[in-house]
Nanobody
């Protein structure tokens, strides 16, 4: 059974930092391109960041570029999203996702596996 489990969310003041983790079981993440998405109430799920299955390519939404960093530790079968300079508009539920051999940013439908999400709340 494949599971992606996000952790690291919470309440933080604007300007603060958080690091989200996505730990996988049932699959070997080194074979998967990984994506981070987020969803706020009343809004569609939106792309945040992606890292290729080989780990050589990353991509970010314009809204988070230069503030968020996605990276992977294949030895721990875990992907991370480091977030700095957080803003109130970053408040959302953050989801990680995995897709077989994805080379980078991909459509939501290309990701076969999803985590349950972790809440990030940024107070202004």
């Amino acid at each position: 059974q494949v599971q992606l489990v996000e952790s690291g969310g919470g309440l933080v003041q604007a300007g603060g930092s958080l690091r989200l983790s996505c730990a996988a079981s049932g699959i070997t993440l080194s074979n998967y391109g990984m994506g981070w998405f987020r969803q706020s109430p009343g809004k569609e799920r939106e792309f945040v960041a992606a890292i290729s299955w080989a780990g050589r390519s990353t991509d970010y939404a314009d809204a988070v570029k230069d503030r968020f960093t996605v990276y992977r530790d294949n030895a721990k079968n875990t992907v991370y999203l480091q977030m700095i300079s957080l803003k109130a508009e970053d408040t959302a539920v953050y989801y990680c996702s995995a897709g077989w051999k994805l080379p980078g940013r991909s459509r939501i439908g290309d990701y076969a596996y999803w985590g349950q999400g972790t809440q990030v709340t940024v107070s202004s």
